[in-house]
Nanobody
Framework: QVQLVESGGGLVQPGGSLRLSCAAS????????ITWYRQAPGKERDVVAS????????YYGDSVKGRFTISRDNAKNTVYLRMNSLKPEDTAMYHC?????????WGQGTQVTVSS
């Protein structure tokens, strides 16, 4: 079955960096777009970044442009989100998602907390 597992979250000081990973299984990973979302308590879920079948095709939310980088390693069935210059407002639960056969699949999420 389709499965997405996020990892790499944690507590980091403002200005710091983290790299999130989204490990996928149960589908032909290289054939699907993968998107990172985040949701902070009391706020709507936002699109953070997305990567296409061609890894050169990427999309970033306005709030993370220039600070975050999404990439994929099809040999490892993994998408990464490198987050630099982190701000307190980046604090949220981060999830990866893909659509297979018209259905959306989500990972359980990884918490990112940016605080001094």
């Amino acid at each position: 079955q389709v499965q997405l597992v996020e990892s790499g979250g944690g507590l980091v000081q403002p200005g710091g960096s983290l790299r999130l990973s989204c490990a996928a299984s149960g589908f032909t990973f290289s054939h699907f777009i993968i998107t990172w979302y985040r949701q902070a308590p009391g706020k709507e879920r936002d699109v953070v970044a997305s990567i296409g079948l061609d890894a050169n095709i990427t999309y970033y939310g306005d709030s993370v442009k220039g600070r975050f980088t999404i990439s994929r390693d099809n040999a490892k069935n993994t998408v990464y989100l490198r987050m630099n210059s982190l701000k307190p407002e980046d604090t949220a639960m981060y999830h990866c998602m893909t659509q297979v056969g018209g259905r959306g699949y989500w990972g359980q999420g990884t918490q990112v907390t940016v605080s001094s």
